[in-house]
């Protein structure tokens, strides 16, 4: 059984702030990962992808990758109110068909 | 460009019931992926078409069946429902099984 884990929160950061999220995956086999935004009550849409070891920038988000120890993250740099949500961690896994598979999510919230 | 379109929005039935949920991909997507999401985790996959082919199927019971039509629209049935099948039921589509996924707003079902 595949697993993707990440703390569920809440986080807290203050406006201006750097996020800080986490996910580890239990299959070394994975090559794609993601990351989602999932406001309350609505659909996850997202944020992006990272497929290499190192670091991938988009604007003010940062995904990190370290294939070796299992561990993907996401760091949002100058965290804004509007950033408040829950995020998710997602692996594709293609020894299943591509199966994508998610990390419960967590909450964060920038506090004005 | 339109993105992915879920129908219904909301749908409440008892249990017992049958239901049908619908979905249709990004133009040019050809492969289609359902998920079921309950509250306070994070999607769990239940099928994945591409070109009118099962793909990959999670671990949910036959009751649950679904379809990809030759313009890559897709229906989610659900048979004797329990309670426990309550939840948002997302559609996701890319443009091959391997690519990023795009959802779609979801159909919340309500199981009473």
């Known amino acids: 059984q595949k697993e993707v884990e990440q703390n569920s929160g809440p986080l807290s950061v203050p406006e201006g702030a750097i996020a800080s999220l986490n996910c580890t995956y239990s299959?070394?086999?994975?090559?794609?990962f993601f990351w989602y935004r999932q406001y309350s009550g609505k659909s996850p849409e997202l944020i992006m992808s990272?497929?290499?070891?190192g670091d991938k920038e988009d604007g003010r988000f940062t995904a990190q990758l370290n294939k070796a120890s299992q561990y993907v993250s996401l760091l949002i740099r100058d965290s804004q109110p509007s950033d408040s949500a829950t995020y998710l961690c997602?692996?594709?896994?293609?020894?299943?068909?591509?199966?994508?598979?998610f990390g419960t999510g967590t909450s964060l919230t920038v506090i004005p | 460009d339109a993105g992915v379109t879920q129908s219904p929005t909301h749908l409440i039935k008892t249990r017992g019931q049958q239901v049908t949920l619908r979905c249709s991909p990004i133009?040019?997507?050809?492969?289609v992926s359902w998920y079921q999401q309950v509250l306070g985790q994070g999607p769990q996959f239940i099928f994945q078409?591409?070109?009118?082919?099962?793909?990959g199927r999670g671990n949910f019971p036959d009751r649950f069946s679904a379809r990809q039509f030759p313009n890559y629209s897709s229906e989610l049935n659900v048979n004797a429902l329990l309670l426990g099948d309550s939840a948002l039921y997302l559609c996701?589509?890319?443009?091959?099984?391997?690519?990023?996924?795009?959802f779609g707003p979801g159909t919340r079902l309500t199981v009473l």
């Open positions: 996701a589509s890319s443009l091959k099984v391997e690519d990023t996924q795009y």
């Open positions: 299959d070394r086999v994975s090559q794609s």
């Open positions: 990272i497929y290499s070891n």
């Open positions: 997602a692996v594709n896994d293609e020894d299943t068909g591509n199966q994508f598979y």
């Open positions: 133009s040019g997507h050809k492969s």
């Open positions: 078409y591409y070109e009118k082919e099962e793909r």
